[in-house]
């Protein structure tokens, strides 16, 4: 009798644990809640603030290369309205097409343009997906500060370092000049939409060299880590990895056909750095337009917040006359 | 011919005693290679990331900047997770393992099961999320909700516990259970007041482990739609959330020195709540064997 009395009292003790905690939870929730209110009453204080009462939804989901971009913009607007939730999803360009042409998010992020069977689908499921432009991405191909034999590459010489198909393992099979020493690769894995792009442009969709002196990761800051302490590395990601460790990376320019340009702010805007620059995109879901929390949100969205995560993120932003002609074209739709 | 004798057995005997010493040194090498392991792993984060803790990192939401974010969503969403979780799976694990020891019939189809659920405790969790994706979030419309994640995650450390309260049910001595028939009473009655209190501190022991693993997974959270970045926490169990792992891999992966730092500082956390879960256990588990 006194075991199932025990045995009783711990059964409870458990429920009790899960219903504390999550009572707990939002109790704490709300506290923090008014705490934001407060202070976002206190903020507008002789501001009219017509979106101050605005609540709702707001869901993101897609590419992790503009998570950090969206990241900023939704904090920033949260900031200003607390009484809205935006759970943003760093899933990948593709996990987030396959939710939003289903019509289950508002903002799908993608670091590339979506594919025609993604349209398809969505026309087949009746959601419309509006394209918008957030920033220019400059994909940099990189060597360590010690390496003292490379500053620029042709887009014929990145193909000889990096198909498999010409079979060159030492930095000397490419150019005679260079020292006789194996080539080493970091490259970010095959899942990433930034490899997708360093495939379709560079390797044209044939495959890359595999095996020893490859690394593959999706963890960027492990190829910066890689490059940086062997001169004879090379590799490539997003720009923004570069810049936040430029003292210790070399950024390489690329001949694209029209002599070698590096990457920088100037170069990826105005896409003299070709073809290795990309846009980055959110593509916004036609019906959610109708909600007053969207609209807002889109508004604060391309009216700076987008630059503005782009410049501290270390993306490009578009020219500001762009982000202005996108937002008066979506304006069109719900003003 | 006896001294031959005696000097081949001090021989053989000297053979012995460094054989001895040998493996002992070999197995204390196995075991100082894993406390040194740890140890580098603890110094490692700690150094990194202790300065950086404090009330305000708990209390934070996540942040585009590192001196602003902290992992309370992620705390509170793991510990709502993990609720969810311990109710679920715990319920259902222990009354399978009763069922499967006390009740199932000794046949093929209970070795079939039996050898399912242990094959189930070693597939890899994504295969559990995309299982939570189609059943909880599409079939059952639980759309992309705490839980759907909390039941996914049930799902995933079910066969772990069931494993382990099988286990803890078949330690119960037999003369315990047979002592319970030869007074009267029934098959209910016995396994409710002799085998459950004997197993108790083996089935806690395996629940709460298992509640640890959840609580360390991302993989199935990022499947069933858990955020990365939310300012706000859960309003009920069908809102958006996130998990402390997903935060801390959403720091490690971002440019810049100061990252890694926010990182550690979520793995101190997150080492933290691993660590009560698990004294609570020990400290239950104590209570219960020294009744025994």
């Known amino acids: 009798m006194q075991n199932l009395k025990k045995f009783a009292l711990l059964f409870s003790f458990i429920l009790i644990i899960g219903v504390l905690a999550a009572c707990g939870g939002s109790d704490e929730e709300e506290a923090s809640n008014e705490e934001t209110n407060k202070e976002e009453t206190n903020a507008n204080n002789g501001e009219s603030n017509k979106d101050a009462d605005l609540s709702g939804e707001i869901k993101l989901a897609g590419s992790s290369t503009v998570f950090p971009i969206m990241e900023y913009v939704t904090y920033e607007f949260v900031q200003e309205n607390p009484g809205v939730n935006t759970p943003l999803e760093s899933v990948g360009s593709g996990g987030g097409f396959e939710r939003s042409t289903k019509g289950e998010i508002d903002f799908s992020n993608a670091s590339r343009p979506i594919k025609e069977e993604e349209k398809a689908l969505a026309e087949e499921n009746g959601i419309e997906l509006i394209e918008t432009v957030l920033a220019y991405d400059g994909l940099s191909v990189v060597v360590s500060k010690e390496n003292d034999f490379l500053e620029e590459l042709t887009m014929e010489q990145l193909r000889d370092i990096f198909?498999?198909?010409?079979?060159?393992?030492?930095?000397?099979?490419?150019?005679?000049?260079?020292?006789?020493?194996?080539?080493?690769?970091?490259?970010?894995g095959h899942d990433s939409g930034t490899f997708d792009y360093f495939n379709e442009?560079?390797?044209?969709?044939?495959?890359?060299?595999?095996?020893?002196?490859?690394?593959?990761?999706?963890?960027?800051?492990?190829?910066?880590?890689?490059?940086?302490?062997?001169?004879?590395?090379?590799?490539?990601?997003?720009?923004?990895y570069y810049v936040a460790n430029e003292d210790s990376l070399k950024v390489l320019a690329i001949d694209g056909g029209n002599g070698p340009v590096k990457p920088s702010g100037e170069t990826i805007q105005d896409g003299t750095y070709s073809p290795l620059s990309r846009p980055l995109f959110t593509y916004i879901n036609a019906e959610s337009l109708k909600k007053p929390e969207v609209q807002a949100f889109t508004d604060f969205l391309l009216s700076g917040a987008a630059a503005e995560g782009a410049e501290l993120v270390g993306y490009v932003p578009l020219p500001e006359e762009e982000y202005k002609s996108q937002l008066e074209a979506l304006q069109a739709k719900y003003k | 011919m006896a001294l031959q004798t005696g000097e081949k057995s001090t021989k053989r005997m000297k053979n012995r005693i460094r054989k001895n010493k040998l493996f002992h040194t070999l197995f204390f090498g196995a075991t100082a290679l894993s406390l040194v392991i740890l140890a580098m792993l603890f110094y490692r984060i700690i150094s990194q990331g202790a300065g950086n803790l404090s009330w305000d990192f708990i209390k934070n939401f996540p942040a585009p900047y590192p001196d602003r974010a902290g992992i309370y969503a992620g705390l509170v969403g793991s510990l709502l997770l993990i609720a969810i979780v311990a109710v679920v799976s715990?319920?259902?694990?222990?009354?399978?393992?009763?069922?499967?020891?006390?009740?199932?019939?000794?046949?093929?189809?209970?070795?079939?099961?039996?050898?399912?659920?242990?094959?189930?405790?070693?597939?890899p969790s994504i295969v559990f999320g995309l299982l939570g994706l189609t059943f909880f979030v599409y079939i059952l419309n639980f759309d992309f909700s705490l839980l759907s994640g909390g039941l996914t995650m049930s799902l995933l450390v079910l066969p772990i516990i069931v494993v382990a309260a099988q286990e803890a049910i078949r330690s119960v001595p037999n003369d315990l259970k047979e002592a319970s028939y030869g007074m009267g009473a029934t098959k209910?009655?016995?396994?409710?007041?002799?085998?459950?209190?004997?197993?108790?501190?083996?089935?806690?022991?395996?629940s709460i482990l298992a509640l640890s693993r959840a609580i360390g997974e991302t993989a199935p959270l990022l499947v069933v739609g858990a955020a990365t970045a939310i300012y706000a926490l859960p309003d009920s169990i069908f809102g958006s959330y996130t998990a402390m792992p997903i935060q801390i891999y959403s720091w490690i992966s971002k440019p810049g020195d100061e990252w890694p730092v926010v990182a550690a500082?979520?793995?101190?956390?997150?080492?933290?709540?691993?660590?009560?879960?698990?004294?609570?256990?020990?400290?239950?588990?104590?209570?219960f064997q020294r009744r025994n």
């Open chain 1, 163 to 188: 198909l498999s198909e010409r079979g060159n393992t030492k930095w000397s099979d490419i150019d005679p000049s260079w020292p006789d020493e194996e080539i080493v690769i970091y490259s970010p």
């Open chain 1, 201 to 240: 442009v560079v390797l044209e969709e044939k495959p890359m060299r595999e095996g020893e002196g490859v690394t593959l990761s999706e963890d960027d800051n492990l190829l910066v880590r890689g490059i940086q302490e062997d001169p004879y590395a090379i590799g490539f990601f997003g720009y923004a």
């Open chain 2, 90 to 123: 715990i319920t259902i694990g222990v009354a399978t393992a009763i069922y499967l020891e006390e009740y199932a019939k000794k046949n093929k189809l209970t070795s079939f099961i039996q050898s399912n659920i242990q094959n189930l405790a070693g597939v």
């Open chain 2, 188 to 206: 209910w009655q016995t396994v409710l007041r002799v085998v459950i209190p004997a197993a108790l501190p083996g089935m806690i022991t395996g």
């Open chain 2, 265 to 287: 500082t979520g793995i101190i956390i997150l080492l933290i709540v691993l660590l009560i879960m698990n004294t609570i256990a020990a400290l239950i588990r104590n209570k």
